[in-house]
């Protein structure tokens, strides 16, 4: 499939592959298609950040790349290293062939068929769908001197290999790029990218979300749903529920049989809203109960 040669195009994309997303976030994916620029998407855990490079690679027919970022990260595990094992094996036949051309033998160990190519490799090879979609994920818990490593790839989509030398993409690959900013980017790396902070989505659209991914909760418990966790995100927590908690939580009452919220139920099932015990002490009891008439008030005066 063809990149969207528009922003209204790149929303009816995300619409397509179920993603409600507003029209600065369209504006911002759009230019990073048409300039062939990084992607960098910053926001709170759970809000979207990871799902958009998923529904880019399915809505334009594109293989997914991910590279899910940890502290040790490495150049062996992120971009490539030598099949040792197949090395030996073949210095083992040129021994008993009697190949005593080290220069050949060397050249040939350290050659393309020897090489195990990993995420960032990978994503600079073309497939007969186009280039590929390269999500670098939670480039945040990556240390830093790899974070300088991605300069390179960023800039000129290569990978430089000493033995073999540079690697470049024929095509560049469509990056995205997400940090939960458990710790600050350093500037070079964002001056590669179009910049975008995903913030919490607002009660309308939060409940066009929950209605396009969780059909089946009905309106009323929807609208009840939206209206607690927008009220849970304006409280003093260690960590806010996100999105893809609001999701969680809207199976789990439908697992429940719930039409509506009750107290009783919010008590029991607040843990898979809040992940910190002293979030769920807070909240739970005379606090949820609360509210919880706060907000079947703001329901009823709506109406």
């Known amino acids: 499939m063809t990149l969207p040669d528009s922003i209204d195009a790149c929303l009816d994309l995300l619409k397509g592959q ?21 992607l960098f998407l910053e926001g709170e855990a759970g809000v979207g950040k990871t799902e958009i490079g998923k529904v880019l690679a399915k809505g334009l027919g594109r293989r997914l790349v991910r590279l899910q970022c940890y502290e040790g990260l490495d150049v062996a595990a992120a971009v490539y290293e030598w ?29 393309e068929k020897f090489l195990i190519r990993r995420p960032l490799m990978q994503a600079l090879e073309p497939g007969p769908e186009g280039s590929p979609v390269l999500l670098i994920d939670e480039i945040d818990r990556a240390d830093e001197p790899f974070e300088a490593y991605l300069l390179e790839v960023l800039s000129d989509f290569q990978i430089t290999i000493p033995e073999i030398g540079t690697i470049s993409a024929p095509q560049p690959p469509v990056v995205v790029i997400t940090s939960n900013r458990t710790r600050e980017i350093h ?10 902070w995903i913030d919490y989505p607002d009660a309308a659209r939060e409940l066009a979300i929950l209605e396009t991914k ?21 409280q003093d927590l260690f960590k806010l529920p996100g999105v893809s908690e ?58």
């Open 18 to 38: 179920d993603y409600v997303a507003d029209r600065s976030l369209a504006t911002t994916l759009y230019l990073a298609l048409k300039l062939e620029r990084p």
């Open 214 to 234: 969780v059909p089946g909760a009905g309106e009323r418990l929807s609208r009840e749903i939206v209206g607690f966790i927008q009220a849970l995100r304006r």
């Open 187 to 196: 500037d070079a790396l964002k001056r590669r990218c179009l910049y975008y």
């Open 83 to 111: 099949n040792y094992s197949r090395q030996m094996i073949e210095i083992r036949i040129a021994e008993v062939a009697g190949d005593t051309d080290r220069d050949r033998l060397a050249d040939n160990i350290f050659s």
């Open 246 to 303: 609001t999701l969680d939580w809207a199976h789990a009452l439908m697992q429940l049989d719930r039409i509506e919220l009750d107290s009783e139920t919010i008590d029991t099932t607040l843990g898979v809203l809040l992940k910190y015990q002293d979030d769920i002490v807070k909240i739970q009891g005379s606090e949820a109960a609360g509210i919880l008439e706060q907000v079947r008030a703001e329901l009823a005066a709506a109406e």
